[in-house]
């Protein structure tokens, strides 16, 4: 774990122990912070790849530049980071917003991905954009909770909560109590702004290496059909659903080991 400064900022960064399978950039979500444990570094995922993740800008240890953010400032960092590891190509997976920083990024740098994982998320565009978690900014923080959830997994609906009432209370406390760092308000709202305009649709058609995608056949942040519209872009990709939510990948164990699998092959 370390701090290093790249050319806009000071990225936080962790890697797992060196594996015969190689490094794997691993970019993550909305409102991601290293601290929140475990995450992507004791996954499955790092038995077979030395995982490295990052706090994205405005979140955990990485620093919060002034001004607003954009999608293209999020793939750079990415390029920027590699850049100061000396990495110059890499298998790169993208897990929802990360996903979108994902595709921004080989946009942007192609030469320096090898293969691709984009997981629960969304191109833009013609090919639908995630769910607006912005407006839930909006919302009270009991709404916003609800509203999260029921999002975040389809088949809670306000029937299903109405027969399960127990296992409501217990999905909404373990939700609220997931992650002990949160990330400050403006800089969550930062990142969800540039989120908002994302649109990398029509760039599909450029992207010419093994592509794995993965969704949740229940996600209703990156529904999928906006994971089929990627699918027909991307021609040499593979669609794969599984038993879950936008957490599909916490749901479905097939998932990670399936991401094993066509990393490995």
């Not at 774990?1 to 960064?13: G, P, V």
């Not at 909305?30 to 979140?59: A, C, M, V, W």
């Not at 080989?106 to 998320?121: E, Y």
Request: charged content about 25%; some cysteine.
């Amino acid at each position: 774990m370390a701090i290093i400064s790249t050319k806009e900022l000071d990225i936080y960064f962790e890697r797992s122990a060196p594996r015969p399978n190689g490094p794997l950039l691993f970019i993550g979500g909305t409102g991601g912070d290293l601290r929140n444990k475990p995450n992507q570094l004791h996954s499955p995922l790092s038995e077979h790849f030395e995982i490295i993740s990052y706090d994205q800008r405005g979140l955990g240890q990485t620093s919060s530049p002034s001004g607003a953010y954009s999608m293209q400032q999020y793939a750079d960092d990415a390029a920027h980071l590699l850049d100061v590891l000396e990495i110059n190509t890499i298998p790169v997976m993208g897990v929802s917003f990360g996903g979108m920083v994902a595709q921004e990024f080989i946009k942007r740098h192609s030469s320096r991905v090898s293969k691709l994982v984009l997981a629960c998320t969304s191109s833009g565009g013609e090919g639908g954009s995630s769910y607006p978690l912005h407006i839930l900014e909006e919302l009270n923080e009991e709404e916003k909770l609800e509203k999260s959830i029921k999002i975040n997994d389809l088949r809670i609906t306000d029937e299903w909560i109405e027969q399960n009432k127990d296992s409501w209370r217990s999905i909404k406390e373990y939700t609220k109590n997931r992650n002990a760092f949160k990330p400050k308000p403006r800089n969550l709202l930062k990142q969800l702004l540039a989120r908002k305009d994302h649109n990398t649709y029509s760039d599909l058609d450029d992207i010419n290496i093994p592509t794995f995608l993965l969704g949740g056949k229940y996600d209703g942040i990156a529904p999928v059909l906006n994971m089929e519209k990627m699918h027909q872009k991307i021609r040499n990709s593979k669609l794969e659903f599984y038993e879950g939510g936008h957490l599909f990948l916490m749901q479905d164990a097939n998932a990670l080991q399936d991401i094993i699998n066509w990393l490995t092959h």
